[in-house]
């Protein structure tokens, strides 16, 4: 009789998803602040602070120094080690349950809706990893004398529960989930999606080249799709009290008062910083999430095969 196949354990999918997002932080945090200042440019009904880009990411060097641009790395860190930990492990659990019994991948919508559920739960745990990420990274546009100065995320996290409250770590949680429903959907689907169709093309084999292709693809469409939700989550993530009362009342009110003061492609501001940090991440985490699932079936499973994360 023989032996039942080795199969991964759930636990080491969750831990290769959070090591695969916080190796590809370490690359792309000083994107991440770009795209953080440059969305809370003008949120305050004062003129735009960067025109462009490498306006901001100069701007801010010059400022601030090369610590400067990595303001927030543990709290990127952190947040990789909650949300990207159970969105990807999440994801790749529901993606091998719903893989049929001779192999056959799951279709595009039903790739989508797996995304949208692991996204959903991933933005929760994480969402407040994300609130200490977008305060810290604000901070040095902000007048001395208004700064929060967190030293770290954890002190961030401790003081944030001392002087405002727990519920405040969870404050942007809906727009946070509905961005990460937007981005898992579109990001793991069109992911699994890309990577099958160049495979089909009989011109791409699984390596890493057919991991960059099908990555740069995703981050494409995913930066498209989800940057409305994230300007919303940001500023309500980074809104202060005006007389007593929140300077916005929901994603709905963001989304209103930025189109209706700021334009309409405004939703779109920062779209090259969020691109040029979403399509290296999405790039990067893949490629070290297949690579980890490669070694892991080869030593430890014994399968040689090539096989990656069987997405």
């Known amino acids: 009789?023989?032996?039942?196949?080795?199969?991964?354990?759930?636990?080491?999918?969750?831990?290769?998803?959070?090591?695969?997002?916080?190796?590809?932080?370490?690359?792309?945090?000083?994107?991440?602040?770009?795209?953080?200042?440059?969305?809370?440019?003008?949120?305050?009904?004062?003129?735009?602070?960067?025109?462009?880009?490498?306006?901001?990411?100069?701007?801010?060097?010059?400022?601030?120094?090369?610590?400067?641009?990595?303001?927030?790395?543990?709290?990127?860190?952190?947040?990789?080690?909650?949300?990207?930990?159970?969105?990807?492990?999440?994801?790749?659990?529901?993606?091998?349950?719903?893989?049929?019994?001779?192999?056959?991948?799951?279709?595009?919508?039903?790739?989508?809706?797996?995304?949208?559920?692991?996204?959903?739960?991933?933005?929760?745990v994480g969402t407040p990893a994300e609130v200490a990420l977008v305060r810290m990274t604000a901070d040095g546009r902000l007048p001395v004398e208004q700064r929060r100065n967190y030293s770290n995320v954890f002190n961030a996290l401790i003081r944030i529960m001392q002087e405002e409250g727990l519920l405040v770590l969870w404050r942007g949680a809906i727009p946070t989930m509905g961005r990460a429903m937007v981005v898992n959907a579109a990001q793991l689907a069109s992911y699994s999606q890309a990577k099958q169709l160049l495979m089909s093309t009989g011109y791409f084999k699984e390596n890493i080249f057919l991991h960059f292709c099908s990555s740069m693809i995703s981050g494409l469409i995913t930066t498209a799709a989800s940057m409305p939700v994230d300007i919303a989550k940001t500023r309500i993530q980074n809104m202060k009290m005006i007389n007593g009362k929140p300077e916005y009342t929901g994603a709905v009110d963001v989304l209103t008062k930025v189109v209706k003061n700021e334009g309409f492609f405004a939703l779109w501001k920062g779209f090259t910083p969020y691109y040029a940090r979403l399509g290296p991440h999405t790039v990067l985490t893949f490629i070290f999430l297949e690579q980890l699932n490669t070694s892991y079936n080869k030593y430890v499973l014994g399968d040689t095969s090539g096989k990656g994360s069987g997405l």
């Open 1 to 124: 009789m023989s032996e039942p196949k080795k199969t991964m354990p759930n636990y080491i999918k969750f831990v290769f998803g959070g090591c695969s997002g916080m190796a590809a932080t370490l690359f792309v945090q000083p994107l991440d602040l770009v795209k953080n200042r440059m969305q809370l440019s003008g949120a305050d009904g004062g003129k735009k602070e960067y025109k462009t880009s490498f306006h901001a990411f100069r701007g801010i060097l010059q400022k601030e120094g090369v610590v400067g641009i990595y303001s927030g790395l543990s709290a990127g860190l952190l947040r990789q080690a909650t949300y990207t930990t159970t969105r990807l492990g999440v994801y790749t659990y529901l993606f091998s349950k719903a893989t049929g019994s001779d192999g056959t991948p799951p279709g595009f919508a039903v790739k989508a809706g797996l995304g949208m559920v692991a996204g959903a739960c991933g933005a929760f």
